[in-house]
């Protein structure tokens, strides 16, 4: 009898530990959170000061979320705090510091203090909450839905492809009042940044220059009824005359790819397009120039230009701009070999140009050159080039910002940014693919030798080997490949689509 009822009772306990067991799955596939936006007030009469959808929300719980505020203190911007069983609906809520300050566009930087601030919240919210398993998040718009989106999206991404432990995939929507449009903008802008984020991140024997171009065509299928894409071989590379390009490529046993994108956003014959051209070297040993073994793991970011230029045209073409943009990306391997091109060579450039190539590690202003040439060829209403080209612009500006080489005031206006000059001569070609003084104005001798292949009168040059990878200068990116500046190129083309 007594062995009946032990284990009736075991059998019981095993039901309902099944119920709680179901009970807590569900729960756990349902677990929503909320991120909202409280101002840090500088007067003295209060400590704080809600958002409109935060306000919206304390009326729903009857001003307990004001209450716990009180309590808990003063929230500084870009800081977040946790609340729990506030509502039924939100088992957490993230309330995320902003600064009770409309700071605007400071045009001196060119930077918006109020949109950074909002990006920076959200992504402490949305971060602390992914921590927590929370696996669908809604976010206030805190008064600027897109940056808001951005901010999320931006914050929540994370390379982690190859781990056997991941992060929890945490659904971001719009909570309350945010403006849909502007929030799925958003959406869109940081998508097309974190794709240039995973081009960037993957490792090397990922992201091949093959693999590169497919996945890119992949991203654009669905945009097949505006978009173009041309996987050119190495065939049509050597018929085109690329041999500053081919030097790069010959050491490696991975065959370069042209990628040439066409988004036709624009009625037909309506506008010339805007070029947009990437440096696409997918892993940089240097050649024969080899570099030091330290830190060389992050040259398979190399090609960081190829992977923005094509993540804005596909941010373009989700956005539907009303532009036409060709984006270009020579995609290779610069790798030692008994047939990589050695210090002395001579090569021959597209437009006819010798080059004495003493350090194979200045590789990308040479694949440069001849894609620079062939953008020419469909009269472009104006060239931008993208590259991590020199450590001198890391020296230069360090984290802080791209820096901008143009021959075009029109373009400097809406770049906003700076070109200087000196190529350097060579005893046995036309050009010398290094500077003169190698510790001097490595960025500025490096734009002026992708100055002797360029005709068109509006062209910049982006050197972004600065902004490349993220430390802890972007707060609301995490550590690692930045995919800097995708957005802008976007902003820029969006610009021109309204012609500004």
Not at 77 to 103: E, I, N, Q, W
């Amino acid at each position: 009898m007594f062995l009946m009822r032990r284990t009736t009772v075991l059998a019981l306990s095993r039901t309902n530990f099944c119920r709680t067991f179901c009970s807590s799955q569900r729960l756990q596939m349902e677990r929503k959170g909320l991120v909202l936006g409280v101002f840090e007030r500088k007067e003295k009469e209060g400590i704080f000061r809600l958002t409109d959808a935060a306000e919206g929300f304390d009326r729903k719980v009857s001003g307990k979320l004001s209450e716990l505020l009180k309590i808990s203190g003063v929230l500084k911007k870009g800081k977040s705090r946790v609340f729990y069983g506030v509502h039924k609906d939100f088992p957490c809520v993230a309330v995320v510091g902003l600064d009770d300050v409309t700071a605007g566009v400071c045009r001196a930087e060119n930077w918006d203090a109020a949109k950074e601030n909002i990006r920076q919240a959200v992504s402490a919210g949305c971060r602390v909450l992914q921590d927590l398993e929370v696996n669908l998040v809604e976010v206030d718009g805190c008064g600027d839905p897109q940056a808001a989106a951005e901010g999320a999206l931006l914050g929540l991404f994370q390379y982690d492809q190859l781990k056997s432990k991941k992060k929890p995939k945490v659904t971001v929507q719009p909570h309350a009042s945010a403006e849909a449009t502007a929030w799925e903008k958003g959406v869109l802008y940081a998508d097309g940044q974190n794709l240039a984020r995973l081009l960037m991140e993957a490792p090397a024997n990922h992201i091949t220059p093959t693999a590169f171009a497919e996945t890119v065509e992949e991203r654009l299928a669905q945009y097949g009824d505006r978009v173009v894409v041309h996987k050119r071989s190495q065939a049509w590379i050597e018929e085109q005359g690329m041999g500053a390009f081919l030097s790069v490529s010959k050491g490696s046993e991975e065959p370069p790819v042209f990628l040439e994108l066409h988004y036709n956003g624009a009625p037909d014959g309506a506008q010339d397009p805007l070029l947009l051209v990437g440096k696409g070297v997918t892993f940089d040993s240097g050649g024969i120039s080899l570099k030091p073994s330290a830190s060389m793991d992050m040259m398979r970011a190399d090609m960081g230009g190829a992977a923005t230029v094509c993540a804005a045209v596909v941010t373009a073409a989700a956005l539907n701009l009303p532009i036409n943009i060709i984006g270009l990306a020579p995609l290779c391997e610069n790798m030692p070999s008994g047939k990589a091109t050695k210090p002395g060579d001579v090569v021959t450039a597209k437009n006819g140009k010798t080059i004495q190539v003493d350090n194979t590690d200045a590789e990308g202003r040479l694949i440069l050159a001849d894609a620079l040439c062939y953008a020419h060829t469909f009269n472009p209403r104006a060239v931008v080039n993208v590259a991590t080209l020199t450590g001198a612009m890391d020296v230069a500006l360090g984290s802080a910002a791209t820096g901008v080489f143009t021959n075009s005031d029109w373009l400097w206006e809406r770049l906003h940014k700076h070109y200087t000059r000196q190529v350097t001569d060579s005893q046995l070609a036309d050009l010398n693919n290094v500077g003169k003084y190698s510790r001097s104005g490595g960025a500025c001798t490096a734009a002026a030798f992708l100055k002797e292949f360029v005709t068109s009168p509006r062209w910049a040059h982006l050197d972004i080997a600065g902004v490349m990878s993220n430390k802890d200068e972007i707060p609301y990116l995490r550590k690692g490949m930045s995919g800097r500046p995708t957005r802008t190129l976007v902003e820029f083309a969006a610009a021109l689509a309204r012609d500004e």
